[in-house]
């Protein structure tokens, strides 16, 4: 789609543009905004077709644009969030099913800042629904979560491809930059809440000031084989999930997409999934032991002791997210207590459950 303008303002997302978009015509729009994004805005577009519109033609659609501040998208430019996204979308989505929204129109513009997603609104699918970080969901639903990230995971693993990806960055590109990994992480704990200081357990307290010296060579583990195609933002908040025995698993929000160990996604997903009726303690094995199981279905040779050190290794990214996640974003929403708190309960897990003192000891010396 060379000449489709790329719109920057909801108001731009008429008719007309979405008749170019779907090659149909479309007579009237309403677009709806959905709330809670920090990296771009999302709209929910549904439109009404004039006689003689493809059959089958979607009903609604949802459409990312980047954010209206142009200080907060030069931010996400500099940082590619924009690009990868749409990188994703034109090279890797076609290739991978059911399992990621359709995609209709992806297009970036470097020198303007505008990108646009056009993509399937997932809970148009029956029986699907958008998961929430907060109401959590049942143990089958996690479990077929944890499935589909492995599958996803076996389909790139150490696949050549990626390398040739130039916009497809490793964990010590995402980083604040090498030898910045350390102040960045003091200075994330310091900003955190007082409330929050106060909760760390003994382990999270040591797990930190061990990686505040360690944090480099952890994301150089976490870059090293076997890598895969990671979400690498894989909580709740950004899979649609069916209802059926075997639940459908769509993945969308594919902003911070990166090449690393697929144990990244598997451990994020896991401690911060609020699991009904069960504790973490209690709902962790059967989480990670779903996607090892699934992994090894799919070919991958894998070794269990690979497997518990790699998630072990991984398991610092998840301090490090749910740090940054409390101490930099503004959660003064309704639902943004229950959330930071959601993240903070993921570090005391695995920092403690994990023994990551211990291992950034052994594995990590001096």
Same mark, same amino acid.
């Given at each position: 789609?060379?000449?489709?303008? &790329?719109?920057?303002?909801?108001?731009?997302?008429?008719?007309?543009?979405?008749?170019?978009?779907?090659?149909?015509?479309?007579?009237? #729009?309403?677009?709806?905004? &959905?709330?809670?994004?920090? &990296?771009?805005?999302?709209?929910?577009?549904?439109?009404?077709?004039?006689?003689?519109?493809?059959?089958?033609?979607?009903?609604?659609?949802?459409?990312?644009?980047?954010?209206?501040?142009?200080?907060?998208? $030069?931010?996400? %430019?500099?940082?590619?969030?924009?690009?990868?996204?749409?990188?994703?979308?034109?090279?890797?989505?076609?290739?991978?099913?059911?399992?990621?929204?359709?995609?209709?129109?992806?297009?970036?513009?470097?020198?303007?800042?505008?990108?646009?997603?056009?993509?399937?609104?997932?809970?148009?699918?029956?029986?699907?629904?958008?998961?929430?970080?907060?109401?959590?969901?049942?143990?089958?639903?996690?479990?077929?979560?944890?499935?589909? !990230?492995?599958?996803?995971?076996?389909?790139?693993?150490?696949?050549?491809?990626?390398?040739? /990806?130039?916009?497809?960055?490793?964990?010590?590109?995402?980083?604040?930059?090498?030898?910045?990994?350390?102040?960045?992480?003091?200075? =994330?704990?310091?900003?955190?809440?007082?409330?929050?200081?106060?909760?760390?357990?003994?382990?999270?307290? /040591?797990?930190? %000031?061990?990686?505040?010296?360690?944090?480099?060579?952890?994301?150089? %583990?976490?870059?090293?084989?076997?890598?895969?195609?990671?979400?690498?933002?894989?909580?709740?908040?950004?899979?649609?999930?069916?209802?059926?025995?075997?639940?459908?698993?769509?993945?969308?929000?594919?902003?911070?997409?990166?090449?690393?160990?697929?144990?990244?996604?598997?451990?994020?997903?896991?401690?911060?999934? $609020?699991?009904?009726?069960?504790?973490?303690?209690?709902?962790?094995?059967?989480?990670?032991?779903?996607? +090892?199981?699934? =992994?090894?279905? %799919?070919?991958?040779? +894998?070794?269990?002791?690979? !497997?518990?050190?790699?998630?072990?290794?991984?398991?610092?990214?998840?301090?490090?997210?749910? #740090?940054?996640?409390?101490?930099?974003?503004?959660?003064?929403?309704?639902?943004?207590?229950? =959330? $930071?708190?959601?993240?903070?309960?993921?570090?005391?897990?695995?920092?403690?459950?994990?023994?990551?003192?211990?291992?950034?000891?052994?594995?990590?010396?001096?």
């Amino acid at each position: 789609m060379p000449d489709l303008p &790329i719109p920057d303002a909801p108001e731009e997302l008429t008719s007309d543009w979405l008749s170019a978009v779907l090659d149909t015509p479309v007579a009237s #729009v309403v677009v709806e905004p &959905i709330d809670g994004g920090l &990296i771009a805005r999302t709209f929910r577009v549904k439109p009404s077709y004039t006689l003689g519109a493809t059959s089958g033609a979607p009903t609604a659609l949802i459409v990312k644009l980047p954010m209206a501040d142009l200080g907060i998208r $030069a931010r996400n %430019e500099a940082r590619n969030f924009y690009s990868r996204e749409v990188a994703f979308y034109q090279h890797h989505a076609p290739l991978m099913g059911a399992s990621v929204p359709t995609c209709f129109a992806a297009m970036h513009e470097p020198a303007s800042m505008r990108s646009m997603l056009v993509l399937e609104d997932g809970t148009t699918r029956p029986g699907m629904r958008v998961g929430d970080n907060v109401a959590g969901c049942s143990l089958r639903e996690a479990v077929a979560a944890s499935r589909g !990230f492995a599958r996803l995971h076996a389909q790139w693993w150490d696949d050549p491809r990626l390398l040739a /990806e130039d916009w497809l960055p490793t964990p010590i590109e995402i980083g604040p930059g090498p030898g910045l990994a350390a102040d960045e992480l003091r200075a =994330l704990w310091a900003q955190l809440p007082n409330a929050h200081q106060q909760a760390a357990k003994p382990a999270l307290r /040591e797990t930190v %000031e061990l990686l505040s010296t360690r944090m480099d060579r952890v994301y150089e %583990e976490t870059a090293s084989a076997p890598w895969t195609l990671t979400h690498w933002d894989s909580r709740l908040d950004n899979l649609l999930i069916g209802s059926g025995t075997e639940p459908e698993v769509v993945t969308f929000d594919w902003q911070i997409v990166s090449r690393a160990q697929g144990a990244r996604d598997l451990v994020q997903f896991a401690a911060t999934t $609020a699991i009904h009726g069960m504790s973490m303690e209690q709902a962790w094995p059967e989480l990670t032991a779903a996607y +090892y199981t699934a =992994l090894v279905a %799919e070919g991958i040779a +894998y070794s269990r002791a690979d !497997f518990d050190r790699a998630v072990r290794i991984a398991a610092n990214q998840t301090v490090r997210t749910a #740090v940054a996640v409390v101490a930099r974003f503004d959660f003064t929403n309704e639902r943004g207590p229950a =959330l $930071a708190a959601r993240f903070f309960d993921s570090a005391n897990f695995v920092a403690e459950h994990l023994d990551l003192p211990g291992l950034l000891r052994e594995e990590f010396p001096g």
